[in-house]
DNA sequence: ATTTCAATTTAGAATAAGTATAAATCTATT
DNA sequence: AATAGATTTATACTTATTCTAAATTGAAAT
């Protein structure tokens, strides 16, 4: 049931995501492909995208830009986002199960997880903006 | 300096978004216009949506839905999104101020505000489901 | 080894949401 | 009435993504 087909492309964008320090859009993942000498499809990079979502090797993130974002780290986090230069940082804490929980009294809907982008500036950004 | 000038145009619209008892989209904007006996130019709607999000007289959502949704309430407030049917309903639980404390802890950034969007199920679609 | 068939990739067209542009129309002030 | 700035309109354009149909690949069966 969890066979998993690693094409050469697929593994390609793959490598691509789980070794980006950022989160990389498709666009990203497209240029680093072509800097490694690959040169695929968009369509494939989409669909390679894709696919690796549903087989919960990365997930797809969408942190109210235009274009998604890609992750290879499936484990339960956050986003937070600078203002002033964009980039994207992880966040670990997790939200208190108290506040899910008085959620689901408030709405009365029946609570499965919950997305959340920070915004602020990061801590470089802070400091070039002190002068 | 705060000079708002609501033409018919920009009155419409936000008659729509104040009186919705849902979160429209500008396509949802549109429709009820047209349904009103408006016609305005595509690109009027969205220039008119903008200009009230830049006065504060409505909010955009970016909900991770394709299209962005407006809503009337500018207050602090987050949403919650039904996984069965798309309904959104609003969360006015605030996050909790320790958890914010500990996210600018954790990233070094300044936190200056943070967007959630909780999923689940929706009391009706939850006893729907129960047959 | 050759055939076969499903899965995948490819190039390019199509779509969806939103923005930009330039001409036409409004509106307030002289 | 003349002028000028703001706004609206129709339409073209952009960006991100999906769809399509043909070509290619590769594993399994002969
Ligand atoms: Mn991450
Ligand atoms: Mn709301
Ligand atoms: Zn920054
Ligand atoms: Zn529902």
């Given at each position: 049931?969890?066979?998993?087909?690693?094409?050469?492309?697929?593994?390609?964008?793959?490598?691509?995501?789980?070794?980006?320090?950022?989160?990389?859009?498709?666009?990203?993942?497209?240029?680093?492909?072509?800097?490694?000498?690959?040169?695929?499809?968009?369509?494939?990079?989409?669909?390679?995208?894709?696919?690796?979502?549903?087989?919960?090797?990365?997930?797809?993130?969408?942190?109210?830009?235009?274009?998604?974002?890609?992750?290879?780290?499936?484990?339960?986090?956050?986003?937070?986002?600078c203002e002033v230069c964009?980039?994207?940082?992880?966040?670990?804490?997790?939200?208190?199960?108290?506040?899910?929980?008085?959620?689901?009294?408030?709405?009365?809907?029946?609570?499965?997880?919950?997305?959340?982008?920070?915004?602020g500036v990061c801590a470089e950004c802070k400091s070039k903006r002190k002068?």
């Amino acid at each position: 049931m969890k066979t998993i087909n690693l094409t050469t492309q697929r593994q390609a964008v793959y490598d691509i995501v789980r070794t980006a320090e950022d989160h990389p859009t498709a666009a990203d993942v497209m240029n680093r492909l072509v800097e490694r000498g690959h040169s695929f499809a968009y369509g494939t990079v989409y669909n390679s995208l894709r696919y690796l979502t549903d087989k919960d090797l990365i997930r797809e993130l969408k942190l109210g830009e235009t274009a998604s974002r890609y992750d290879a780290r499936t484990d339960d986090h956050q986003h937070i986002v600078c203002e002033v230069c964009g980039r994207v940082d992880e966040v670990m804490t997790a939200i208190p199960e108290s506040w899910m929980t008085q959620v689901a009294e408030e709405t009365g809907y029946e609570v499965a997880g919950a997305h959340i982008v920070v915004e602020g500036v990061c801590a470089e950004c802070k400091s070039k903006r002190k002068k």
